[in-house]
């Protein structure tokens, strides 16, 4: 743009220059040639500064024609033709100075059109050479552009490349932790696992200890519940015996019964004579002694089976409290190993084993006192039947002695036989019954 304004200006100063001015009076040259190249003007001081002269002649030196004519000469002047101009006023110094200063002008506009055509070569071979820098410029740019767009997109994929490194790097980084968290979980799982085992290996050991302590126990159990059914059969043996007995004793005395009932009917029917000699005789008083000695001599042996029974029943209470004893002997033994013994599941098996143990010895006291109980009662009856055996022993004597001391009287010993005979037989039931009742065998509950 510069070189165009520089040859758009370079071509009007062209065509400006084409006509030659005179920059001192401000008149073309054309003037110079149409006769006013000879009038002589005179230059004032004023107008010596406004001239341009040349190195030969300096402004000193032109003679420029004055101006300080009156108008109506210049307006003469300026009305007549160039080409009617009169010699003489070309023939004047003045005009002489306005030529040559013409000529120095028109030297110097020649100079200045070379210069300024030399500066028009120069503007067109710039504006050349700016275009090719500016070309060149434009391609430096362009390249330099198109370098710093490859630098981007080499920075952008450097960038990504790196961010995916660094993605990667991360995810590697979690998964070499993840790595290790596992192993340090699978190991302290084989710590586990080997921790478990060896207690599983200690519980197995101690239930091995234990379940030979209870096989052990159960042996002592078994022993001791043989020793019980044994004393039970016994007792029971004992007390089908005593039944037996029983039921023998009741049928001598209903067949005694029959007797004296026969007897007191033929006494009854018979002549007083034949029972004075028959109570003379007294073969029937005779025997009923000796029976009745024979039934005194039985008491004491239903007394000792009666005494064998409460033994039997002691002895039971006996072997019940021993086993109470045992029983609470184990629960203090259960309590140390508890208290000596830290784990849990151990602990919970030893609770487990002692309400075991509790609700077993409460079965037992309650056995016990149930049995006490019994042989209370079983004491009492004793108390009772001896009492009442010893009443009768008794009322037999004095029976007998009533008999010996009376002839008189006959049928009185014989109905107060026959009223204890019936006495003794309506009792002898009646206890047996009683024991049975008292003597079940739902009372006595045997462990198995």
Not at 24 to 50: K, N
Not at 199 to 213: I, N, P, S, V, Y
Request: a positive charge; proline letters at 3%.
């Amino acid at each position: 743009m510069v070189g165009k304004s520089c040859i758009r200006s370079g071509k009007r100063d062209a065509v400006e220059t084409s006509a030659p001015r005179c920059y001192l009076c401000f008149c073309s040259v054309r003037w110079a040639h149409a006769g006013w190249t000879q009038y002589p003007c005179i230059m004032d001081s004023e107008l010596m500064h406004s001239i341009v002269g040349s190195y030969l002649n300096p402004p000193e030196r032109v003679f420029v024609p004055s101006f300080t004519q009156s108008n109506e000469s210049s307006q003469t002047h300026y009305s007549v033709n160039l080409e009617v101009t009169s010699p003489k006023m070309l023939r004047s110094p003045n005009n002489q100075a306005l030529i040559l200063a013409l000529k120095t002008l028109q030297e110097k506009i020649y100079r200045l059109e070379l210069e300024r055509t030399q500066a028009e070569d120069n503007l067109n071979i710039l504006s050349r050479e700016a275009a090719q820098y500016k070309k060149a410029l434009e391609n430096e740019t362009s390249e330099r552009n198109l370098a710093h767009e490859e630098l981007i997109k080499q920075k952008k994929d450097i960038s990504m490349q790196l961010s995916s490194a660094q993605s990667r790097c991360t995810l590697l980084e979690k998964q070499l932790e993840y790595t290790k968290r596992m192993v340090l979980n699978v190991e302290r799982e084989k710590d586990m696992i080997l921790e478990q085992q060896a207690q599983l290996q200690r519980e197995k050991e101690q239930d091995h200890m234990k379940l030979q302590a209870k096989l052990e126990k159960l042996d002592v159990l078994e022993k001791e519940c043989f020793k019980l059914t044994t004393t039970q059969k016994t007792a029971e043996d004992k007390i089908k015996h005593l039944e037996e007995k029983l039921k023998e004793e009741e049928h001598q005395r209903k067949l005694f019964q029959d007797k004296a009932s026969q007897k007191t009917k033929c006494l009854k029917r018979g002549p007083p004579q034949q029972i004075y000699s028959k109570f003379g005789s007294l073969p029937v008083v005779a025997e009923k002694p000796s029976r009745t000695t024979s039934q005194c001599k039985a008491v004491p042996s239903d007394s000792e089976k009666s005494i064998s029974i409460c033994d039997n029943l002691s002895e039971l209470l006996m072997a019940m409290q021993d086993e109470l004893d045992q029983m609470s002997i184990e629960y203090q033994e259960l309590l140390s190993q508890m208290k000596e013994t830290e784990s849990q599941s151990v602990c919970e098996d030893i609770e487990c084993e002692l309400e075991h143990l509790v609700k077993k010895m409460e079965i037992k006291g309650e056995r016990i006192s149930k049995l006490m109980k019994h042989q209370d009662s079983v004491r009492k009856l004793q108390q009772k039947v001896q009492s009442s055996k010893m009443s009768e022993a008794s009322a037999i004597q004095q029976e007998d002695s009533n008999l010996k001391g009376s002839k008189n009287i006959k049928n009185s010993p014989r109905k107060c036989t026959t009223n204890s005979l019936q006495k003794n037989s309506s009792f002898h039931p009646i206890r047996v019954h009683n024991l049975q009742m008292k003597l079940r065998r739902d009372d006595i509950l045997w462990e198995q």
